[in-house]
């Protein structure tokens, strides 16, 4: 007599939005992000909320393009790191059509809406379908004030159409608070790396700040009680520091990063 045994059914997405603490436990998971203190509680927290909602994998990606010389992308992983090291290895930024919608779009899409990819994107693609990504989600997290910083969330599935079914409206609602946390929670952790490596100070940030309201030298030392040449002496020494060529590229860098 031989006896054999199956592997028990995942449940459905409809199936877990259904229960009566689906959305509770989400966002439970999702407000711990702000007590994170490091990386690797970060990606604890992903890696909860992606168990909890039923998923293989999840990725999320911050980032901020202010104009040549300055880019951050950043990640968190909750998913094999092969597949970002394959990614980065081919250098993906430009041809990944997911980060290509999230920087157009604020509205969370499946993977099939998002079409008419060129044969590079689709590669992309599929190089993510082989680490969870089979039927995925992409959630952006977009930034206010004419910034190019924004945060975009991958949740996958091994299973095809897995967001395709009634439970879809709930999980997009607190996937989209998800994402939104966890891009604040980059944008502030970045934010204390460029101060902290720049040097920058209390008087400096007013600069910049003043700079950026487009405020010219000779208002801004009589509203800083400054001299028109410490004025420019300081935002000399600070362009050094920041790597930037002039003022101007200073207080955009310094808004891009969430500073001012």
């Not at 993906?92 to 079409?115: C, F, G, K, T, V």
């Not at 400096?204 to 000779?218: M, P, V, W, Y």
């Not at 101007?248 to 860098?253: D, F, G, T």
Request: hydrophobic share 45%.
């Amino acid at each position: 007599m031989t006896s054999s045994t199956c592997s028990p059914t995942r449940p459905t997405l409809a199936e877990l939005a259904a229960a009566p603490d689906y959305a509770g436990r989400l966002a439970a998971i999702a407000g711990r992000i702000s007590a994170a203190t490091d990386e690797a509680q970060a990606l604890s927290v992903l890696a909860d909320a992606a168990a909890a909602m039923g998923l293989d994998a999840a990725a999320f990606v911050s980032f901020v393009h202010d104009d040549d010389s300055h880019e951050s992308f950043r990640f968190l992983l909750a998913c094999d790191p092969v597949w970002c090291f394959e990614y980065e290895r081919r250098a993906w930024y430009d041809a990944d059509p997911w980060l290509q919608y999230a920087l157009h779009h604020s509205e969370p899409a499946r993977d099939h809406e998002i079409s008419d990819l060129s044969e590079g994107q689709k590669a992309v693609v599929a190089l993510a379908e082989q680490y969870g990504f089979r039927s995925s989600l992409i959630v952006p997290a977009p930034s206010s004030g004419q910034l190019t910083r924004m945060g975009v969330l991958c949740l996958g599935s091994s299973t095809p159409l897995f967001f395709d079914d009634a439970g879809y409206p709930v999980l997009k609602l607190v996937a989209r608070g998800l994402a939104m946390e966890l891009h604040a929670w980059w944008i502030e952790r970045i934010k204390r790396e460029v101060i902290s490596t720049a040097r920058l100070t209390d008087e400096d940030l007013a600069l910049l700040t003043q700079e950026r309201r487009g405020i010219g030298t000779k208002t801004m030392a009589r509203l800083l009680h400054m001299s028109p040449h410490a004025i420019n002496s300081r935002f000399q020494r600070m362009n050094a520091r920041l790597g930037v060529p002039n003022r101007k590229a200073a207080a955009q860098l310094a808004a891009e990063y969430g500073l001012i």
